[in-house]
């Protein structure tokens, strides 16, 4: 510094003399005080003009429709108010110091000139937040312009003077130092914004639309259908400065917090995020890795996912390099700082250069850390959405052998947890080589200060290290059990969800629930040593800095090492960066470990067989005369069987043709539709289609979303095709009935839809794609008579007159209008030709034709007179739809749902998901810590917090006091009693750490069971209204993602929280203590970290609301597609169902990577307040005369310092992720509190052991409604069923059978009236004792997975032999005898490896073992040919005769023979009577409804 004093530099004396006023503080700081003042004056007397002369002014610029403002607006008002806030503090503190020490002339102009600048930079905030926030102005003022550059220029003098002619003779004042450095760094910013800051319109880069579309989303969220120029992602185009500072974020926060969030406020994904950018990347890499073979690695997946994101994880190395050697800086100058306290001075100003350092350190090390995390939330985004869309193609490809071995819950896994668990992994991919070099930078510090103790330290954290390898591969291993049971757990669920209907009717609910509480109770298993396990791994790592420090300062004491205080507190700080990543590396291997089993189950799935790509020849349109030909075909569903599914086919159906399959159950009808759509693998022969192809399936597929887009199906409106569609599809009415028309939107597979609606639906979905080959799979077997013959008329010989139909059916009556009949038996075709050929030609023909004659031959002395001779069928179907223009709209469609009034006041059935709003309550706090043992845990895992901070605080605090500054002092202590008493706190500290951990372990736990175990029974307990407007993917992601939360998250979530409360308040504790000044700015600082967090809470927290309501319909899609594949590839829809699902996953991806932008926004500004507030502290601390504080607690002041802005940011962002996260608890709360069905068991009022006894059935004014605002359904029903009748109850769709039958069963209750059975009212009992003595046959047949057993008796309550008794009876026992388990024979999911009519005689041997007096047949028989009808029919009369029958169908032949008949109508009882004197009146609706059928089955050639 010498150097640089004028003298000394050849300038003449006189000079120096001359300029040595001007060069004075008292100079340099009245002339700043002056030019404060003066803009003081300035903007108050603009202030005064712009009141005064207001009124003058014309329109306002509020006015223009689209107003242009600054864009560095905000940046400058931040900067104003801490050029305030700062000179402010530097005036407070030396107010306070000279207070004490008197004053002088230039102190007194320097607290001055510091009043003035704190008053003037407050003016101008006030001014730019007053005049500019909303003005029409499109730069800064030029007043402000020109003071910002003045004000730049003079402080760069004034900085030049404190850097050039201050040295020894002439001491520098540390405030002025730090003042001018800060004036000089927010001049130059204020300079740029004002001269260079680019202007922007309202409607720019943040403020213009974020998201427009009207693509639905399946809880109604519209999709954007923009165009890819017009997605614009904020950071894409964002400053440097504004990256850098997350400053583009601002936009969104604001929004969030002047509102509540939706996702339409939610900015794009910049395209190389987006699944729709980054996908075909991602897929050419892998397809290019994989061309040795199609087999996909793991390894191969990786190195496609590292191509898809080389870019940013290449710059994160940067930025962690970055961020390691800066967090190094502060245990590196400890020792260096600790001796200047101490006195000893290598330069001048050497504090000041020394606090500099730390704070730039800081600022650099919280920059590059929020810039890697940034970085890596885009990469396991990006990740997540390529794996995602892969899974979710290779779902629309994979051969219907491989979906068999791997259900849809074991496929939705893959897709959400392990896709997930890659994304996830970006978090830790650096984690192994930085553990290297924050080590090796580790052992250089602490070379530096303790020579070779270093090499103890490495051992000792050697040692850490190899205990926590067995705990590890513990880990590992209840890892992978606990996600295995978690696999059974969510498929049971998806499985009992679907198909909750079935189980309430047959009071099988509290036994599946049974099923999956048992199934929790594994998981729970693995759950608890999982997390007892975790616990001591967490022990393990919070003992090892205090371990590591035992060791190393003992070998310090053994090798004769000096102890010195700056020295100890060097090694302190560097244990505790070194914690981290040490506590971190369980978590990377155990993570490393579960990413590579979670590629490898990728892997797996996208390995397994896709279906044959060359089963079918395709010929363009009109290429050839022929439109369907096989040659010698042989199909097979399991390709390693030696007995082919189908063998030897050989058909050629010309253009134009209509062909029938028919065939008794099993006899491979539906198989030979699939191999003609090319889903069952080929064995042999040649398959040629010429043409496009539809395809109508026998289980309706009905995707959620309106009727018109499961119509159109991709296609654009058509309105005259589209209205002649629906015309011959019968559901014009249907519609019209509908308060939105088609534009209704249907639930989950179709909930709120009849199953005749259903189907009529999916026909109206083939016609409208005019396809040139139709294939039908039995479509007329769900629709009644009328409806079938105006459907197989208009739709078949109408509509595609000239298109080539192959139709499955069971009903004769439409077979002779078939150009060509293919009769099937056992896999072969036995029979083929026009129906008079091979009436006579063969047996198996002549065997269905039989038993349909036989059918109707009851009907032949009765219909004799009834039918004219003359009738005419046309005639007759307009009489009769005359007659019956009913309510299309069947109420609770065949025991399926309501109607879409009952929907309620919002209108649809399916609403979007409900979330919460705004804060999240206390109560949901309150309730969650007071779950487990009423909370009395809660103050001992306090306790144990609080005395932890305190042992260790104690233990660093004896450190620092009890060893030397230096080596020329001597030590209060020796050596042992040091260590001896270092060691004592350190295992009060370990004590300490035990205990809270395992408490909050153990509460965890026992919180996380008691939640799963209340919720489910909320569930299972729920009315079927419940199940009929929820989605089951909402259900299943509480299930999954939300229990998941609370299993794992939120207890350490919680747990952590309260503790960084706690440290926080120690850290504050010894920094007050030795200067109480900084609590001013920590309580300053803290005040605004708080209002912070408020300000950003609001958006992240509906950010996280939004990302669990976006995560469902992804799930939910799927699992659409997945079911509904065939349909989607018949129709050559899989590129738009693709890109759906691509867009579904953005709409998932946006709010999870804005929350985490949202949350390093937050850090960001909380890591520069922390930095600020430890870098005043550090000058306070080098500001007070030597000597006036212990330097050994000043440097352990420093230390603690050190880790202030990492303790205050974590305290913030576990408040903010606990907030988040709580979420989860919230969620699953909701389900707790749905409203439950009446009582299972009324013990008060049980019915006795044998009732019913005669099950008669009596109907008293039954009078139905789904709601108290909705029109009743059933309007006054009175009627007796006798016990012992078999009743048949008939009416077109919508006439309110179903719910008749759900009214029995309580699905429905009763609004007035009553039902009695033997004289028992059904609502005074319980619904078990109801309805676990009733039996019903459903419309559609459910099957479990599981066995043949279990299928049968759920309850476990019969013998093998009952159970082999009940499947010879529904003719089904040699079936099961040849199977190779019998009746451990698997049924896989849905019963998909059985046929629908053997299904169907899987509910006929239930209720044969369930043997109760009163059956429900709900169209029973609507799946199976007539012969299996007959023989259904035949053995519920011998098995039934004594009980009462109550049977809806459509197959008139079904209910002929009944004792009674109910027509019903509108909700009324048109006619009720025995059938004979019904077709006596031959004006009855029933006499007609025979009429029509026999007529339409009698005469072969009515429909040619």
């Not at 004002?194 to 427009?212: A, D, H, S, T, V």
């Not at 090499?455 to 926590?468: D, Q, R, S």
């Not at 892997?603 to 790509?613: M, V």
Request: charged content about 20%; overall charge neutral; hydrophobic content about 45%.
């Amino acid at each position: 510094m010498e150097l640089l004093q004028p003298p000394k530099m050849g300038m003449p004396d006189f000079v120096y003399r001359h300029s040595d006023f001007v060069l004075r503080p008292i100079f340099l700081r009245g002339f700043s005080g002056t030019l404060h003042l003066f803009l003081l004056l300035s903007l108050f007397v603009f202030w005064v003009w712009r009141r005064i002369g207001i009124g003058h002014h014309g329109g306002s610029p509020k006015q223009s429709a689209r107003r242009a403002r600054i864009s560095c607006f905000k940046q400058a008002l931040f900067c104003s108010l801490a050029v305030s806030f700062l000179s402010f503090i530097i005036c407070s503190l030396n107010y306070f110091y000279w207070y004490r020490n008197g004053w002088s002339e230039e102190e007194i102009v320097v607290l001055s000139d510091l009043g003035l600048r704190t008053l003037a930079w407050l003016a101008i905030s006030l001014y730019l937040h007053t005049h500019l926030s909303d003005s029409g102005e499109t730069k800064f003022p030029i007043l402000l312009r020109v003071w910002w550059g003045f004000y730049f220029s003079t402080s760069c003098y004034f900085l030049v003077v404190d850097f050039l002619f201050n040295g020894k003779d002439r001491p520098l004042p540390t405030q002025l130092l730090v003042s001018d450095i800060v004036s000089a760094i927010a001049g130059l910013f204020l300079c740029y914004l004002g001269f260079w800051g680019r202007k922007e319109g309202e409607y720019g880069l943040l403020q213009e639309p974020l998201w427009n579309g009207s693509t639905i989303l399946s809880n109604g969220t519209d999709l954007n259908k923009s165009s890819e120029a017009e997605i614009i992602a904020p950071y894409e185009n964002a400053s440097i400065f504004s990256i850098l500072t997350f400053s583009w974020m601002s936009h969104l926060i604001s929004v969030g917090y002047k509102k509540t969030l939706d996702l339409e406020d939610v900015p794009q994904l910049a395209s190389v995020d987006s699944a729709k950018g980054a996908f075909p990347i991602f897929r050419r890499e892998l397809e290019s890795d994989s061309g040795s073979g199609n087999r996909v690695t793991a390894m191969k997946l990786a190195k496609a996912l590292i191509s898809v994101t080389s870019r940013e994880i290449l710059l994160t190395v940067f930025f962690v390099l970055l961020y390691t050697l800066a967090s190094y800086v502060g245990p590196y100058l400890i020792d260096t700082f600790v001796e200047y306290l101490n006195g000893r001075r290598e330069f001048n100003n050497e504090g000041y250069v020394l606090v500099f350092a730390f704070f730039i350190a800081k600022v650099i090390e919280g920059v590059a850390q929020k810039r890697w995390y940034f970085k890596l939330e885009q990469v396991g985004i990006r990740a997540r959405a390529v794996l995602v869309t892969m899974i979710y193609n290779k779902g629309l490809t994979i051969s219907c052998q491989s979906k068999q071995g791997n259900t849809s819950g074991e496929i939705i896994n893959v897709m959400t947890v392990d896709a997930e668990r890659v994304g996830d992994f970006g978090w830790y991919i650096h984690d192994p080589w930085m553990l290297v070099l924050q080590i090796v930078l580790a052992l250089v510090i602490l070379y530096k200060n303790l020579g070779l103790a270093c090499i103890a330290t490495l051992v000792a954290t050697i040692l850490v290290m190899l205990a926590n390898v067995p705990l590890v591969r513990l880990q590992e291993k209840f890892q992978d059990n606990l996600m295995k049971s978690k696999d059974n757990r969510m498929k049971a669920e998806s499985e009992i969800l679907r198909n909750m209907r079935i189980l309430k009717l047959q009071a099988w609910e509290m036994k599946f629930l049974s099923k999956i509480v048992d199934l929790r109770q594994t998981e729970a298993g693995w759950l608890k040593k999982f997390l007892y396990t975790s616990a001591m791994t967490s022990l393990i790592f919070s003992v090892a800095p205090a371990f590591v420090s035992i060791i190393t300062f003992g070998a310090c004491v053994l090798m004769g090492i000096p102890l010195e205080s700056g020295k100890i507190l060097a090694a302190l700080a560097t244990f505790r960066i070194l914690q981290q990543p040490i506590y971190n590396l369980p978590d990377t291997i155990s993570m490393i470990v579960q990413t590579k089993v979670s590629l490898d189950r990728i892997a797996a799935f996208l390995s397994l067989d896709n279906l044959q790509a060359d089963v079918i020849e395709k010929l363009p349109r009109g290429s050839s005369q022929t439109g369907i030909e096989i040659v010698d075909g042989n199909f097979s569903w399991d390709v390693s069987s030696h007995t082919p599914t189908l063998k030897d086919i050989n058909i050629s159906v010309s253009r134009g043709m209509r062909v029938a399959v028919c065939g008794t159950v099993g006899s491979g009808k539906s198989s030979l539709l699939s191999c003609i759509l090319g889903e069952i693998p080929k064995v042999s022969g040649t398959i040629k289609l010429c043409g496009t192809k539809a395809y109508v399936s026998q289980s309706p597929w009905i995707q959620s979303g309106k009727i018109e887009e499961n119509i159109l199906f991709g296609r654009e409106m058509d309105r005259d095709l589209y209205d002649k569609v629906l015309e011959v599809c019968s559901l014009k009415e249907d519609l019209e009935i509908l308060s939105f028309g088609d534009q209704t939107v249907i639930g989950e597979r179709g909930i709120n839809l009849s199953g005749g609606q259903k189907q009529r639906i999916q026909i109206a979905r083939a016609l409208y794609q005019d396809a040139d080959i139709y294939l039908f799979d039995d479509p007329f077997s769900a629709v009644d008579a009328h409806t079938g013959s105006h459907l197989f008329k208009e739709c078949l010989l109408g509509h595609l007159g000239s298109k080539t139909v192959v139709y499955v059916t069971h009903q004769v009556e439409f077979l002779p209008a078939a150009d060509l009949i293919l009769v099937m038996k056992d896999g072969t075709i036995t029979q083929a030709g026009k129906y008079n050929d091979i009436l006579s030609s063969g047996t198996d023909f002549m065997e269905l034709v039989g038993a349909h004659s036989e059918a109707l031959s009851i009907l032949d002395s009765t219909v004799a007179g009834s039918v004219s001779k003359d009738l005419n069928i046309s005639e007759e179907d307009d009489s009769v739809g005359s007659d019956y223009k009913s309510v299309q709209q069947e109420v609770g469609g065949h025991g399926q749902n309501k109607p879409d009034d009952m929907v309620g006041q919002k209108g649809q059935l399916i609403q979007e998901e409900e979330r919460e709003k705004g804060i999240v309550g206390f109560p949901v706090y309150w309730k969650y810590v007071t779950t487990a043992y009423g909370g009395a845990l809660v103050p001992f895992t306090l306790l144990a917090h609080i005395l932890l901070q305190v042992f260790q605080i104690g233990s660093n605090y004896w450190m620092a006091w009890a060893t030397p500054v230096s080596e020329e002092v001597a030590p209060p202590v020796g050596g042992i009693a040091l260590l001896s008493i270092y060691v004592a706190l350190a295992i009060g500290s370990s004590l300490c750490i035990f205990a809270k951990v395992f408490l909050l372990v153990t509460a965890g736990y026992k919180t996380a069971t008691a939640l799963f175990n209340k919720m489910h029974y909320c569930i299972f307990r729920a009315p079927m209204s419940f199940f009929d407007a929820t989605p089951s993917g909402r259900i299943l992601n509480r299930a999954s993602t939300d229990q998941s939360t609370v299993d794992l998250d939120i207890p350490h979530r919680v747990g952590e929280f309260a503790f960084s409360i706690i440290q926080l308040l120690g850290i504050i504790a010894v920094m007050s203590q030795v200067a109480w000044q900084v609590l001013v700015i920590f309580l300053l600082v803290t005040a605004t970290c708080i209002w912070l967090q408020r300000y950003y809470i609001p958006s992240a927290r509906e950010l996280s609301r939004l990302l669990g309501v976006c995560r469902a319909p992804v799930i939910q899609h799927f699992v659409e597609t997945i079911s509904g594949s065939t349909t989607i590839r018949s129709f050559d829809q899989e590129s738009r169902f693709k890109e759906s699902y691509m867009k579904l996953t953005d709409a998932y991806s946006r709010p999870k990577f804005y929350s985490a932008c949202a949350m390093e926004w937050l850090c960001f500004r909380l890591d520069m307040l922390s930095s600020v507030t430890f870098a005043f502290s550090l000058v306070f601390l080098v500001s007070v005369p030597t000597g006036a504080i212990d330097p050994s607690i000043a440097g352990l002041a420093a230390t603690y310092g050190l880790n202030l802005n990492m303790l205050q940011a974590w305290f913030i962002w576990n408040l903010c992720n606990m907030e988040n996260k709580i979420i989860s608890v919230e969620r699953i709360f909701q389900y707790t509190s749905i409203p439950n069905e009446p009582p299972l068991v009324i013990e008060a009022n049980r019915p006795n052991g044998q009732w019913p006894s005669h099950g008669e059935v009596d109907i008293r004014d039954l009078q139905v409604q789904y709601a108290p605002h909705l029109p009743l359904v059933l309007r006054g029903l009175t009627c007796t069923f006798p016990g012992g009748t078999k009743t048949g109850i008939v009416g077109r769709t919508g006439s309110g059978k179903s719910t008749l039958i759900q009214t029995l069963f309580r699905i429905v209750d009763p609004t007035v009236g009553q039902i009695l059975i033997d004289g028992v009212d059904i609502s005074s009992i319980g619904l078990h004792d109801l309805r676990s003595r009733l039996s019903i046959i459903p419309q559609d047949p459910t099957m479990f997975e599981g066995t043949v057993r279990s299928n049968l008796d759920p309850l476990e309550e019969c013998t093998d032999e009952q159970i082999w008794e009940a499947l010879d009876k529904c003719q089904l026992g040699d079936e099961v005898r040849k199977k190779q388990g019998k009746l451990d024979s698997s049924v896989t999911e849905n019963g998909e490896n059985w046929s629908m009519g053997q299904r169907q005689l899987v509910c006929l041997g239930r209720v044969l073992l369930k043997k109760s007096k009163v059956l429900v047949l709900d169209e029973a028989t609507a799946s199976v040919d007539t012969a299996t009808d007959n023989l259904i029919q035949h053995t519920l009369k011998q098995h039934f005769s004594d009980c009462t029958v109550l049977t809806i169908a459509h197959r008139i032949t079904s209910v002929l023979d009944s004792d009674m008949v109910l027509l019903l109508d509108h909700g009324l009882v048109m006619e009720h009577d025995s059938p004979s004197k019904l077709l006596e009146i031959k004006s009855s609706f029933f006499s007609r409804l025979v009429a029509e059928y026999s007529s339409r089955s009698n005469s072969n050639s009515t429909f040619k």
